[in-house]
């Protein structure tokens, strides 16, 4: 069964830092999304991509971030100068024509020391 | 808007007893409701889902839920609990009538099947 597949697995970075989190979704899904989670916290809404555009976002999605979709098979979300607090687990999904459920990778854990 | 609540963070059953994690939502129209498990160090994986029709849907790993309109319900059951069903569990809804907005997760319901 196809996988959203997400890399790294676990990224240190320093305070200030920028970081790339990566994710490939299944090919054929259209509708692309980034969810944390801090740990021991429930599972919370970052961003919601579709054709090529950012089609909601949550209060947490401030200037710091962005996604981009560089070549129609990754799905990439930047963190352009990371603090302490965001430091959580990031899931990535897709969803295939509206047509639930979504989909999620295993994570990227995200450590900013 | 919608919102998911799991009253309980933490279910303990035996091994081989019925389980039941509660979970109760608030939409404005008729719900998507889903179920999604997550082991240790892992991603969600899905469960099981109501979109429409019966309202008690089956799902992976012999999980079964129960859409209760009346009760705003969609508690997730087992006939018989494994010890390998300790896991975190989370309840999502989503309103399909509100354009694209995202799956809205509870808090997520911790439970521990002991042997």
């Known amino acids: 069964e196809p996988e959203v597949t997400q890399t790294p697995s676990h990224q240190v970075t320093q305070m200030g830092q920028e970081v790339i989190l990566r994710c490939v979704p299944i090919s054929n899904h259209l509708y692309f999304y980034w969810y944390r989670q801090i740990l021991g916290q429930k599972v919370e809404f970052l961003v919601s991509f579709y054709n090529n555009e950012i089609s909601e976002k949550s209060e947490i999605f401030d200037d710091q971030f962005s996604v981009e979709r560089p070549d129609g098979s990754n799905f990439t979300l930047k963190i352009r100068s990371t603090k302490l607090e965001d430091s959580a687990m990031y899931f990535c999904?897709?969803?295939?024509?509206?047509?639930?459920?979504?989909?999620f990778g295993n994570g990227t854990r995200l450590t900013v020391t | 808007a919608q919102s998911v609540a799991q009253p309980e963070d933490q279910v303990n059953v035996a091994e081989g007893n019925p389980l039941t994690v509660k979970c109760t939502y608030s939409v404005s129209g008729n719900p998507y409701l889903f179920w999604y498990v997550q082991y240790p160090n892992r991603g969600l994986q899905f469960l099981l889902k109501?979109?429409?029709?019966?309202?008690l849907v089956k799902g992976s790993y012999g999980f079964e839920a129960e859409f209760n309109k009346s009760q705003t319900s969609f508690h997730l059951k087992k006939p018989s609990a494994l010890v390998s069903d300790s896991a975190l569990y989370f309840c999502a809804v989503r309103d399909p009538n509100s354009g694209n907005t995202p799956l809205v997760f509870g808090k997520g319901t911790r439970l521990s099947v002991i042997a």
């Open positions: 109501y979109i429409t029709g019966d309202n």
């Open positions: 999904a897709s969803l295939a024509g509206g047509k639930p459920p979504l989909h």
